[in-house]
Nanobody, 123 residues
Framework: QVQLVESGGGLVQAGGSLRLSCAASGRTFSSSTMAWFRQAPGKEREFVAAIRWSDAYYLDSVKGRFTISRDTAKNTVYLQMNSLKPEDTAVYYC??????????????????WGQGTQVTVSS
């Protein structure tokens, strides 16, 4: 089974930046679609960003602020988060699966999930 290990979360002031990392093991990372989801307290987990080969896709509210990328050699996907807002506060999860462009925003399409990393943005 694929294992995903996230890191990089923490506390940051509004307007600041964080870089999340997700290291994959157990399967060929280069063949997977990778995504980031987030879940705030009392809310459903929502799609944030995904990368499928070199193509990136984003939630509208993070476009221009977040960048998803991957290092295939290291089997690692990243989420660079700039201009953070208090509304970005959530547990961020890395996900992996052989999903299509049409279904990549649907959480039930992903086969593997990380443990999550907390991101807190102070106002």
């Amino acid at each position: 089974q694929v294992q995903l290990v996230e890191s990089g979360g923490g506390l940051v002031q509004a307007g600041g930046s964080l870089r999340l990392s997700c290291a994959a093991s157990g399967r060929t990372f280069s063949s997977s679609t990778m995504a980031w989801f987030r879940q705030a307290p009392g809310k459903e987990r929502e799609f944030v960003a995904a990368i499928r080969w070199s193509d990136a896709y984003y939630l509208d509210s993070v476009k221009g602020r977040f960048t998803i990328s991957r290092d295939t050699a290291k089997n690692t996907v990243y989420l660079q988060m700039n201009s953070l807002k208090p509304e970005d506060t959530a547990v961020y999860y890395c996900a992996a699966g052989g999903v299509s462009i049409a279904t990549m925003t649907r959480r039930d399409e992903y086969d593997y999930w990380g443990q999550g990393t907390q991101v807190t943005v102070s106002s």
